[in-house]
Antibody, heavy 123, light 107 residues
Framework: QITLKESGPTLVKPTQTLTLTCTFSGFSLTTSGVGVGWIRQPPGKALEWLAL???????RSSPSLRKRLTITKDTSKNLVVLTMTNMDPVDTATYYC???????????????WGPGTLVTVSS | DIQMTQSPSSLSASVGDTVTITCRASQSISIYLNWYQQKPGKAPKLLIYGASSLQSGVPSRFSGSGSGTDFSLTISSLQPEDFATYYCQQSYSTPNTFGQGTKLEIK
């Protein structure tokens, strides 16, 4: 049974750095074809893809946020960490992590999601 | 970035109806297209991957089709639990962008 859960601060001040942790179980990030992705959703708005890390440490991130985002993994602890620098009120959103399966011939998909964590950016 | 455009943005239907949501990519993405369902206050759920492959456990009333730039999600015989917001996502290249969503409401 695959489960993921996001953790981190619920409130950050503008210009601060956000650090979110995705703790998972039921799979290993050393398994070929597996990854963990981060997605966010501002209140009442659409989903936004942020970043992804694969079993082989291949890392991808949104070009518009690349300078602010870092994604790392700790396979021994079954967790993935996302850091976002220079937070702004527009970054207020629910942040999700999700298990990624790279389906053969069909590309990667986010097939298991954490419940999400709401992060508010305000002074 | 590849832009994903869904239509309509919202849709009203009745239980038992068949509905179709479309998604258009700004460039060809082959079949690298996923569909998700999201209910209020919940995380999205994968329905379809690779444009037409049904995710395990998803009812067969959900189906997907398309390739290249034009895709569709069809829900047959709508059930009360199907009223939600639906998103398409391209997995052809990063960033794996999402559409703006289609809210399916009860008529």
């Amino acid at each position: 049974q695959i489960t993921l859960k996001e953790s981190g601060p619920t409130l950050v001040k503008p210009t601060q750095t956000l650090t979110l942790t995705c703790t998972f179980s039921g799979f290993s990030l050393t398994t070929s074809g597996v990854g963990v992705g981060w997605i966010r959703q501002p209140p009442g708005k659409a989903l936004e893809w942020l970043a992804l890390i694969y079993w082989d440490d291949d890392k991808r991130s949104s070009p518009s946020l690349r300078k602010r985002l870092t994604i790392t993994k700790d396979t021994s602890k079954n967790l993935v960490v996302l850091t976002m620098t220079n937070m702004d009120p527009v970054d207020t959103a629910t942040y999700y992590c999700a298990h990624v399966t790279a389906f053969y011939g069909a590309g990667p998909a986010l097939d298991f999601w954490g419940p999400g964590t709401l992060v508010t950016v305000s002074s | 970035d590849i832009q994903m455009t869904q239509s309509p943005s919202s849709l009203s239907a009745s239980v038992g109806d068949t509905v179709t949501i479309t998604c258009r990519a700004s460039q060809s993405i082959s079949i690298y297209l996923n569909w998700y369902q999201q209910k209020p206050g919940k995380a999205p759920k994968l329905l379809i991957y690779g444009a037409s492959s049904l995710q395990s456990g998803v009812p067969s009333r959900f189906s997907g089709s398309g390739s290249g730039t034009d895709f569709s999600l069809t829900i047959s015989s709508l059930q009360p639990e199907d009223f939600a917001t639906y998103y398409c996502q391209q997995s052809y290249s990063t960033p794996n962008t999402f559409g703006q969503g289609t809210k399916l409401e009860i008529k």
